[in-house]
């Protein structure tokens, strides 16, 4: 009888220390998990906010155009900081390939305003070039006349359309 207490007792401890160690390690296993799945939704939530603040650098920075006067393809003094932040923000990604879209108004013939279209965003190209951009990163084409911004025949009208717009493709 003595030898059915003692195995009876052992089997009791063994059963409670085996109960015992299940739970202790099924806990941390849980909280890991809970850890892991808190980690990974905030590194997604930070993602989310690091898209959406680039999404809106590129739009802004694509709102952004240099004007030209008259038969004329020389940057503007006005225009350098325009110029220098796009540069820095294509430094700061190289994975990013901005083509320079080169426009005319409607006066002279289609010929002579797809070449002034071409000096202007060359022109632009050039600035970010001595700014440190890589030409890799650097497209141009010109629109000529064909891509106006507004269309009446007036001075109001024209200067819009003598400009070079920005079209980033962040890769």
């Not at 990604?93 to 305003?113: F, I, K, M």
């Amino acid at each position: 009888m003595k030898k059915i207490a003692v195995i009876l007792f052992s089997l009791l401890v063994a059963a409670c220390a085996s109960t015992h160690k299940a739970d202790t390690t099924q806990t941390p296993a849980n909280e890991n998990k809970a850890t892991t799945s808190s980690a990974a939704a905030s590194a997604a939530a930070e993602a989310e906010v690091s898209a959406s603040k680039l999404k809106a650098e590129i739009e802004a920075l694509q709102k952004q155009s240099v004007y030209f006067d008259f038969d004329k393809y020389v940057v503007k003094p006005e225009f350098h900081a325009s110029i220098q932040q796009q540069a820095e923000f294509l430094k700061s990604h190289t994975n990013d390939v901005v083509t320079l879209q080169g426009n005319a108004d409607e006066r002279g013939s289609a010929e002579y305003n797809l070449a002034l279209g071409t000096e202007r965003a060359q022109a632009v190209e050039k600035d970010l070039e001595i700014l440190g951009v890589s030409a890799s990163q650097v497209k141009v084409v010109s629109f000529g006349e064909e891509k106006p911004r507004l269309t009446c025949h007036a001075e109001k009208c024209w200067k819009e359309n003598r400009r070079v717009d920005f079209v980033h493709d962040l890769k």
